[in-house]
């Protein structure tokens, strides 16, 4: 089982940016592709992007596309999520999630706590 | 993208009830379909995937079936920690959807 820690959420104004860091455990970390799920206050979970394990394959929902870039650093067992030209409706709380060794068909198994992200004037 | 609808989005039930969640794929997702438990304040956490395989450690009180568009969760006997939020996910192409939720309340 890995172990994945958020940070770096906050408050931001709306037009502005905010980099999620997700920190792992365990070996698994580098040959697992990796995912950022998010969940508005009182709503269900959305999917947001994912990365594959040496980074060549990166995907995101059509509602962050152009603005939120996923990436990694593997000496660092980190996962990362740039957010820029932040909107209201991005206020969440973002969780990390582990997903397969395979690009296709990622089974999301270990989740870290989560990291609120919150736009607001 | 490929929409999952989810019913009944509340379920009031009793310790003890049988309960059935249902979800459905706009397209076919073969198997590649999950379930995930959710409790407030924390984080999701894997119940079943490619449709029916349940994950290690989870009681088998649970369990899976469906392929194609249609999916079924089912709760054979409920304990008082099984009252949370349950979510399906499908994983079949990007990007993955999830469910909108089904809220599991005591009766």
Sequence with gaps: EVQLVESGGGLVQPGGSLRLSCAASGSAFSSSAMNWVRQAPGKGLEWVSAISSGSGSKSYADSVKGRFTISRDNSKNTVYLQMNSLRVEDSAVYFCAKGGSSWSHQILDDWGQGTLVTVSS | ?107
């Design chain 2, 1 to 107: 993208d490929i929409q999952m609808t989810q019913f009944p989005s509340t379920l009031s039930a009793s310790v003890g009830d049988r309960v059935t969640i249902t979800c459905r794929a706009s397209q076919s997702i073969s198997s590649w379909l999950a379930w995930y438990q959710q409790k407030p304040g924390k984080a999701p956490n894997l119940l079943i995937y490619k449709a029916s395989t349940l994950e290690s450690g989870v009681p088998s009180r649970f369990s899976g079936s469906g392929s194609g568009t249609e999916f079924t969760l089912t709760i054979s006997s409920l304990q008082p920690g099984d009252f949370a939020t349950y979510y399906c996910q499908h994983y079949d192409t990007y990007p993955y959807t999830f469910g909108q939720g089904t809220k599991l309340e005591i009766k």
